[in-house]
């Protein structure tokens, strides 16, 4: 399951809008058991980093919508939530794929298009959606972590 579903969780079952860390913390980790206590720390402060909720006078709240989030019966998050999906090299993957190419040829493609089109003014993914754009690969789905990744840069 996502991180999206595991942070709207508490907030689904409690019927709140916004909670304390320390509420947060107490029901993944003691409440549901999902998770050790630091565990739940790592998952609150990704989730900060990745734009799904904000802290605001020791309160966090979600930045999307709730409704739109479904909890399953007997949900419980796994392990891969854990892991930071890079939306670079996975689009770097998807057009490696699509040209059935390596990827050592498409970042070399990347920075082509970086020296050459933008004399080193252009950030690699934006480089890559110029070339996911001319190879047709579609990416819409890793458009809003491309920008997150931008605006980190």
Not at 27 to 56: C, F, H, P, V
Not at 101 to 119: G, L, P, Q, R
Not at 127 to 143: C, G, M, S, T, W
């Amino acid at each position: 399951m996502t991180l999206r579903t595991t942070i709207a969780a508490p907030f689904k079952h409690t019927r709140k809008t916004g909670m304390r860390k320390n509420e947060l913390v107490y029901y993944y980790a003691l409440d549901r058991k999902w998770m050790s206590t630091e565990q739940a720390n790592q998952i609150l402060k990704r989730a900060e980093d990745d734009g799904l909720i904000r802290q605001e006078n020791g309160i966090y709240a979600p930045l999307f919508d709730m409704e739109g989030v479904t909890i399953p019966l007997g949900f419980k998050p796994t392990s891969a939530i854990f892991e930071r999906n890079d939306p670079t090299q996975e689009l770097i993957t998807r057009i490696a794929k699509a040209r059935n190419a390596d990827e050592t040829e498409i970042v070399a493609d990347m920075n082509k298009v970086i020296k050459e089109a933008f004399d080193t003014n252009l950030l690699p993914a934006a480089a890559l959606v110029i070339l996911a754009k001319k190879y047709q690969v579609p990416f819409a789905d890793l458009r809003d972590s491309l920008r997150q990744a931008l605006k980190k840069a």
